[in-house]
């Protein structure tokens, strides 16, 4: 094969061993402020700037658990080890503060883990915490049965009633805690108005926007304090890593300490960081998280829309659908409304018939991912909350909305409630 000849021009060709000439390298670019720019552009560029040595537009995995000194405490970009800060980590860190508008970001090894770093460093025993009367099963029992052991006590509220929060509050309450969209039931609070009563009350205002993403919904710039995720969900998108992440502004905690720094010592204090395998992961499934909303949006709402027609079916809980009595408030604080649907049966007996016959919905717990998952909270996601207050129907099924082809997820909700007696 003839190879082409040198441009004159152009001067030499590299070949892999070349250097370039002295003097001719571009000076190395500083970070740059990406909070300006659109979504996506944060997305992929927040915290992935080329690296300034090889050019390499995507960040590095960096494995090390600890980091050579130059001297007794000269320390090389402020790394001495991994669990107190790691390149990737801080990676991610940056694009999730960049995506949700907030002063840090902290990742850490699961969603709960972060909702642990958070509760433990903004509260002390005899204190009080708001939360949501259809809350996340592994948030109620990590506040039900972990800390209330520590002293912390809860009270459950409807938080799409503002007023039934504000009375709910005490002269202990250092936090409401809100989920929007919630989980499994999809129900909507107004953040705007939560922040209010939250702050009205000397308490901080965390949001937990899993179901929302950063692309959907901006908490902190709602009034929010912290924005909470398990970025095990959509963030990462793919169902191959666990994680959570926390946000923060500049709130200030009870005790008069920026929340970020006070965040920032609890996470190394304790320790379940996010790995640098993680960490990676979740920042990659960042960078298309836009698309792949938008594709979840869509498919969810045709979804949503085809059941509430099913005679099988006798409610469909979507925030996207006008009957939906959080309707009004998403349309105003979200950009779309998510790519979860919950629906009720006629009874238990036809949510178990139901997920335990589709062929392209795969019976599993978790959501988010590029495929469509179902599952049956009150036996299994949310089966800590039997018996509580916060018990979910029986008869409730949860639907995670993926990426396929949705005439085929259509058809496979039809075959699946086939013969199902009408609701």
Known sequence: MTQPQDDPQDGPRATGDETAEP??????????DWSASGFSTRAIHAGSEPDPQTGAVVPSVHVATTFAQDGVGGLRAGYEYSRSANPTRDALQECLAALEGGRAGFAFAS????????????????DHVVIPDDAYGGTFRLISKVLARWGVEHTAVDLSDPSAVAAATTDRTRLVWCETPTNPLLGIADVSALARVAHGAGALLAVDSTFATPYLQQALSLGADVVVHSTTKYCGGHSDVVGGALVVGDAVAPGGEPLAELLAFHQNAMGAVAGPFDAWLVLRGLKTLAVR??????????????????PAVREVLYPGLPGHPGHDVAARQMRRFGGMVSVRLADEAAAL???????VFTLAESLGGVESLVEHPARMTHASAAGSPLEVP??????????EEVEDLLADLDQALEGAAPA
């Open 23 to 32: 003097g001719h390298a571009p000076p190395a670019a500083g970070p740059t």
């Open 111 to 126: 969603g709960l883990a972060a909702e642990d770093a958070l509760l433990r460093a903004v509260l002390v025993p005899g």
């Open 353 to 359: 018939e139901l997920c335990s016959s589709t062929r």
């Open 394 to 403: 029986a008869d409730l099924v949860r639907l995670s909305v993926g990426l």
């Open 293 to 310: 909303m938008e594709r979840h949006c869509d498919s969810a709402e045709r979804v949503a829309a085809h059941l509430e027609a099913h």
